[in-house]
């Protein structure tokens, strides 16, 4: 049946075409046999195995000819073969922000020439099992910035195979590639990225092939729904690498337009923050002698504001630079620890100034104070281990060396004094037998002062971003 000059490798190519072929038709004929009855079927079957024989023969003549060699492409050291390819895009995602890699399903189809599977038998396409496709040459492409990329092998091997009668090949696959994607963050989460996908040769260089896009190019599903993203559309073309070691290479890239969906970050980080910090200011109207709950208040505050910008933290790379919503918890951190601080301020202020029932302001009594201070536990440890040590004093000739100074201060530099605990400048103040600052003031100040400046930075924040 088979010439003895056959190889077992051409035996085993001659085969599997047969099976292709009994796989195609076989089916048909036992269906159309069924609804003709058997006389119709014996003559549907006879011009069956007529259509059989001529496209084995037609197989046989173009697979099996001595003249076609799998191994070396179309037109070998003429022009280079041209492949057109197009991408139908199943789905896009997940975005994965940490690894910095997005997925795609898709259709690849890729189309080329190969003149030597020309054929002139009435057959339109021949619609061939994939078992062909390895007794042919086929483009050796891959996904350049492909991390990981499978084909789909459930139920079978989802592939299809087409030769046309003027030598045209069409193959196409369904595969799940995971690309990179170079990221940037600075605007997160109010960013927009672009992710690339590239594909060419593995081995051929310009001078063998070259690729275009189909007019189709890439059409993504419409049912396509990304949960963190919206598709703004795609852009594709082709460009050359450079090499002078393997030659130069064609590609082709797509850059798909992602930009990421708001709300989901308003609700979990935005809002919380503007409610914590909002709630930072009710210390202002409490009493500046509830220095319980007023303290409570703020580190409670500023503890929420760190929580919730270290629940994001894992979601993302660690990046080197600020991101748009750590710059955003810098703002609310900072009005956090502020009211803190004024509690501070308005602390100092209170217990720095004592009214008699007179209404004049009492002062320190010197005696009082250094007796006071050797009844204490520390001045007792000291003369039992013999250190020689007085109580300091800030007596009335030392304030007044620097009280033309003081009294030139702005308000400002006072208040730096008030914060760093100046002596000198405290003895000052009750000197004067004048009360330095009203702290009823500074809460019904901050009352306002606060509100209005996070409103104005919030204003800018989010039309820069």
Not at 58 to 85: E, F, Q, W
Not at 139 to 148: A, L, R
Not at 319 to 339: H, I, N, Q, R
Request: hydrophobic content about 40%; glycine content about 6%; charged content about 20%.
């Amino acid at each position: 049946m088979y010439p003895r000059s056959m190889s077992c490798c051409g035996l085993m190519v001659h085969i599997h075409i047969h099976v292709a072929l009994l796989l195609l038709v076989y089916p048909r004929i036992n269906l159309v046999s069924a609804i003709l009855g058997s006389g119709d079927g014996d003559q549907f079957l006879g011009n069956c195995d007529d259509n059989l024989n001529n496209l084995t023969k037609t197989l046989d003549r173009i697979v099996l000819s001595s003249n076609y060699d799998k191994t070396l492409r179309p037109g070998i050291g003429g022009p280079p073969v041209h492949v057109v390819a197009d991408i139908y895009a199943l789905s896009i995602g997940p975005i994965q922000e940490v690894d910095m890699e997005y997925h795609l399903d898709v259709f690849f189809r890729q189309r080329w020439n190969d003149y030597r599977l020309a054929y002139k038998d009435p057959y339109n396409i021949l619609s061939l099992n994939t078992v062909m496709l390895e007794s042919i040459w086929y483009p050796d492409t891959y996904f350049i910035n492909g991390k990981k990329s499978y084909g789909h092998n459930i139920t079978t091997p989802n592939r299809l195979f087409r030769i046309y009668p003027n030598g045209d090949v069409l193959y196409t696959q369904r595969l799940t590639i995971i690309p990179e994607c170079k990221m940037h963050f600075e605007n997160y989460p109010m960013d927009r990225q672009v992710c690339p996908l590239l594909f060419g040769s593995n081995s051929y260089s310009t001078s063998d092939i070259t690729y275009s896009w189909h007019p189709d190019e890439v059409i993504v599903s419409p049912n396509t729904r990304l949960a963190q993203f919206q598709l703004n559309g795609n852009t594709v073309g082709n460009f050359t690498i450079p090499s002078e070691r393997i030659g130069n290479r064609s590609v082709l890239y797509a850059h798909f337009f992602l930009q990421r969906n708001i709300g989901y970050f308003l609700i979990q980080i935005y809002v919380p923050c503007i409610l914590v910090t909002m709630s930072s200011w009710v210390t202002f109207w409490l009493n500046p002698e509830a220095t319980p709950a007023r303290v409570a208040l703020g580190v409670l505050t500023i503890l929420a504001i760190t929580t919730l910008g270290w629940s994001m933290k894992d979601n993302l790379p660690k990046v080197s630079y600020a991101k748009a919503m750590d710059w955003y918890l810098a703002l609310c951190f900072t009005f956090a620890l502020g009211s803190l601080v004024e509690f501070a301020a308005v602390n100092f202020f209170s217990k720095s100034h004592t009214i008699d029932e007179a209404g004049t302001l009492s002062s320190y009594d010197e005696e009082d104070d250094e007796t006071q201070y050797r009844r204490s536990s520390r001045y007792k440890r000291q003369t039992k281990y013999g250190n020689s040590y007085r109580a300091t004093r800030i007596t009335s000739d030392e304030v007044f060396e620097d009280s033309e100074s003081f009294e030139d201060e702005s308000c400002c530099v006072a208040f730096i004094h008030c914060l760093k605990g100046n002596a000198k400048y405290k003895q000052f103040t009750l000197n004067r037998k004048c009360q330095f600052i009203d702290v009823g003031e500074i809460d019904r100040a901050c009352r306002i002062v606060f509100p209005v400046a996070f409103a104005i930075l919030n204003l800018f924040y989010w039309l820069i971003y």
